[in-house]
């Protein structure tokens, strides 16, 4: 019972609280990551004939030592006190940011509703990594929602699914592999093996909640079991062909469930990059923005619920199951 409280106190603090604006964890972690990053890779800047073994071995140690020794102290000095309790919701909280992606999102969708697409293109580019500068309404609410269901998983969903499975331990290894995906995982000169390692992590790492954020998402079909399997059909032969497997597999249930379909062209570095379509129905509008916002919001309350229920009988009939 004790951590479905903690996963409640998370949630209602982050509902409360929102991202924390100064100290926050993660920015100290993203410092040491650039200094690491700058001492073991330097061979980024070196002829394409020189071997991947080095840079990726390179890329292995500092992915190590980034991400473990913190889970494995926090395993080793953690008691069953309610310090320990209050610290464990506070670390969660840290790293969950549901209302951060809402507020994100609600930046963008407000100026599209008063036809304002260049405050929209700019709050968009604080969201996606893709050229903002031209793009349609429909195109900057494609994006929108495109990062909204993904982040959705990666941002809330995968935190209270490791905790779950792991405790913070867990939720710490994958918030700090997330971040290092998205600081490292390029494939461009400078981290196309260096960073190998981090992509791959968080590949795996994503791999199980990704598959419990697509079952979240299709559980909200209003009780059509057909649709929900078309969903969770569309995840799984949609998502084998989008650039990220755990991203697709989200973003395509997810948007079958709300009817529409993501996916096309977008500028990428300067490079015109297109992706594989997901979902189905019709093509993606501002007002499914919202729409998205609720559908990760109400995959997050089912979590809860269901590992509080799960709690609960284990908690009263236990024993006797």
């Known amino acids: 019972m004790t951590s479905s409280m903690i996963m409640v106190m998370a949630y209602l603090l982050d509902r409360w609280l929102g991202e924390v604006k100064r100290f926050h964890p993660l920015v100290g972690f993203g410092w040491l990551t650039t200094k690491i990053e700058h001492f073991f890779n330097f061979h980024h800047a070196t002829p394409k004939t020189t071997t991947l073994i080095l840079p990726r071995l390179l890329g292995v140690l500092s992915w190590l030592i980034l991400c473990l020794p913190l889970p494995i102290l926090y395993y080793y000095f953690h008691q069953n006190q309610l310090l320990f309790w209050c610290l464990d919701a506070l670390v969660l909280y840290f790293a969950i940011g549901l209302k951060s992606l809402t507020l994100h999102a609600l930046q963008i969708l407000n100026p599209l509703n008063k036809k304002d697409l260049v405050t929209a293109r700019h709050f ?38 490791w905790f779950i499975i792991g405790g913070i331990p867990l939720v710490i290894l994958h918030r700090l592999a997330n971040t290092l995906d998205a600081m490292w995982g390029y494939k461009n000169q400078r981290f196309i093996h260096f960073g190998w390692c981090a992509a791959r992590m968080d590949d795996l790492l994503g791999w199980p909640s990704a598959k419990v954020t697509a079952l979240l998402y299709a559980c909200q079909t209003n009780y059509s079991c057909s649709k929900m399997i078309n969903a969770l059909k569309n995840g799984y032969q949609q998502g084998r062909h989008y650039k990220s497997l755990n991203g697709g597999w989200v973003m395509a249930t997810g948007a079958s469930v709300l009817n529409f379909t993501l996916g096309g062209t977008a500028i990428y570095h300067g490079k015109a990059v297109t992706s594989t379509p997901l979902g189905c129905g019709n093509s993606v509008v501002k007002n499914d923005i919202f729409r998205s916002i609720n559908l990760v919001n109400k995959a997050v309350v089912i979590l809860i619920f269901t590992a509080f229920c799960s709690q609960l009988l284990h908690y009263f009939y236990g024993g006797n199951l």
């Open 124 to 161: 968009c580019g604080y969201l996606v990594s893709r050229k903002t500068t031209d793009l349609s309404e429909q195109e900057i609410s494609r994006a929108t929602v495109e990062s909204v269901l993904e982040n959705g998983h990666d941002a809330a969903i995968a935190s209270f699914f």
